[in-house]
Structures are given as C-alpha cells and as structure tokens.
C-alpha cells in the first residue's frame, strides 16, 4: 500500500451531478486524493461509479459541480485546457479502446506524436520503454488481434502512462478478462501503486481492493455511502448497507 506524500489533495471533485434524461445517476459526489494515494470505488452494479470516472475525465460532461487539479478549476469549455487536463488524468477503460490497425507499440507511440509533438524516434523509444515496464516488450510488433485481453489492457495502462499522467482512473479494468488473465493486469496496477501512482479505480474485486487500497468509497445510487481505510469498509462498515454488500460480495469471491 502506498503512503501519500503530499498533504493537499492533487485532485478534488466538488459536488459533481450528473443526470441521463430524469433518471439521476450522480447526486452530488466529494472526493479528493492526495499524490501518491490509492483511492477504489466499491459499489452495485448502477452505483455511478463508472459515470463519476468518465465524468472526473470530462468524457460525460456534469451537469453540476467542479473538478480542479492541483489547485486550478478545469474549464471543459477550454478545449486546449482540457486537452492538457486529459494528458494528466490517465482514463483506463473496461474494454481497451486499441487502434486495430496499429500494432501495440503504434498504439502507445501514436498518443506521443499527436499530443506531445514528440519526433517520431523519440516516441518510439519512449513507447517502448512503457511496453517493457508493463512485460510486452516483446509483444512490441503485435497488433491488437494477436494479443490476449489481458495484454491488450497492458498496453492501453502503457499508453497511458507515456503521457506522464498525475492521476490515473481505472474503469472496472478487469472486468472484461477471462479469469485466468486478471492477475497480470493486477500485477501491473500493483507495481504503479508501488511506485506512487495516485489511482481511484473502480472494482468488484474485493481482495484486490483490500490489498491496494488507502481509503475504499462505497457508492450506491449516485452517491457516497461510506469510505474508509479497507478493513474498516470491508470488515466493520458503520453503514448497515455497506455490510450487507460487502458480505455478499465476498461470498462471491470478490465478483
């Protein structure tokens, strides 16, 4: 588990709502997170938890509320502004979103050369170095056909780590993988929370979420019903709710 390191929140999310027609997905959701913490969204299926990262991304615009980085409020209407807050708010996704005609390393390197300006070399090289940090270096010349969905979800957390994120969102990331191949996307997330990536991530894995965690967020209905340190969520929730999910959950083996 990672200690943060600073003690003024890196990112805060300030009474976001969001509603799809007259059906209110989010009520109005705080949080913050401190460089170099692990923050996971536990919660049913419906919960919001996937509409708060979007909207955290700005990918769904909220209807109410304010996010600021560091400090600053993030203007969505400043699209260069936004543009600059996506390349340091990393989004890794349920499905992994790859270029189908690009091979892993086009996948990570075509965000360089578009974003970042970088030369054609210098992305290369860089793209490559971000593959071989999550163990595909050797996959490198492979095109997303040929990969497992567990490599596949390696190479979408490489692209995003190769625009030097400040804050990573992980999207239920393996939620979509056989499971015999969720340990090695596991062993990746575990590695960045070992280096200090801050991350908020949404999952059902409980196990996971217990070993990784500084604080677990139990959403339901749009809103935050409890958070805490994971024992505390997990094994002695003050909210009757939040012990009757994690309980069943943990019965179903972290499903």
């Known amino acids: ?32 997170i401190r460089r170099g913490e692990i923050k996971v969204l536990i919660g049913p299926s419906g919960a919001g938890k996937s509409t708060l990262l979007q909207s955290i991304n700005f990918l769904v615009m909220p209807d109410a509320g304010r996010i600021c980085l560091e ?17 340091q708010v990393g989004m890794i996704f349920q499905e992994f979103n790859l270029f189908d005609h690009l091979t892993a390393l086009g996948n990570v390197e075509i965000g360089l050369v578009r974003v970042k300006k970088m030369k054609r070399s210098q992305a290369r090289e860089r793209a490559m170095a971000e593959l071989e940090r999550v163990g595909l270096g050797v996959h490198a010349h492979k095109y997303p056909a040929e990969l497992s969905g567990g490599q596949k979800q390696r190479v979408s957390i490489a692209r995003a780590l190769a625009l030097d994120p400040k804050v990573m969102l992980l999207d239920e990331p393996t939620s979509a993988l056989d499971p015999e191949l969720i340990g090695e996307v596991h062993a990746v997330i575990r590695d960045l929370g070992a280096a200090g990536m801050t991350m908020i991530m949404a999952t059902h894995q409980i196990g996971f979420a217990r070993a990784l965690a500084d604080e677990i967020i139990f959403m339901e209905n749009g809103v935050v019903i409890e958070q805490g340190p994971p024992d505390k969520i997990l094994d002695d929730a003050d909210c009757e709710r939040t012990r009757e999910f994690c309980t069943k959950i943990t019965e179903l083996g972290g499903r």
């Open 1 to 32: 588990m990672t200690t943060a390191t600073d003690s003024a929140p890196v990112l805060t999310v300030e009474g976001i709502r969001k509603s799809f027609g007259n059906k209110e997905i989010l009520g109005g959701v705080d949080l913050s």
């Open 71 to 87: 400090g600053r409020p993030v203007d969505p209407s400043d699209r260069k502004g936004l543009c600059l807050y996506r390349q």
